[in-house]
Nanobody, 123 residues
Framework: QLHLVESGGGLVQSGGSLRLSCVASGRTRSDYAVAWFRQAPGKEREFVSAITYSGASTYYLHSVEGRFTISRANAENTVYLQMNALRPEDTAVYYC????????????????WGQGTQVTVSS
């Protein structure tokens, strides 16, 4: 079992930065992949980024590549999402999700989810 808690969301102007954190507790084996998803009002939840447990491999939604960076500190059971050059279209609730083993291809394959943190980017 893993319990995930996100933090770091907020209101920022277009072009600004935020760093989201996802802290895991419970069965804190580090061999779980973590992904960030986001959901804007009236839209489907979409994949944003993912990282393997070693941190050696990362993946990004095309529209955030070069602006967002995912990283993890396994000693602190924490995964970060550094978001730079934010745009109004990045506004959404951001969720972290985890699954033991490698990165999953489908959203439903992530067994553990946080409660979400709101990111609002004003124009």
């Amino acid at each position: 079992q893993l319990h995930l808690v996100e933090s770091g969301g907020g209101l920022v102007q277009s072009g600004g930065s935020l760093r989201l954190s996802c802290v895991a507790s419970g069965r804190t084996r580090s061999d779980y992949a973590v992904a960030w998803f986001r959901q804007a009002p009236g839209k489907e939840r979409e994949f944003v980024s993912a990282i393997t447990y070693s941190g050696a491999s990362t993946y990004y939604l095309h529209s955030v590549e070069g602006r967002f960076t995912i990283s993890r500190a396994n000693a602190e059971n924490t995964v970060y999402l550094q978001m730079n050059a934010l745009r109004p279209e990045d506004t959404a609730v951001y969720y972290c999700a985890a699954a033991f083993g490698g990165i999953k291809a489908q959203r439903f394959e992530y067994e553990y989810w946080g409660q979400g943190t709101q990111v609002t980017v004003s124009s």
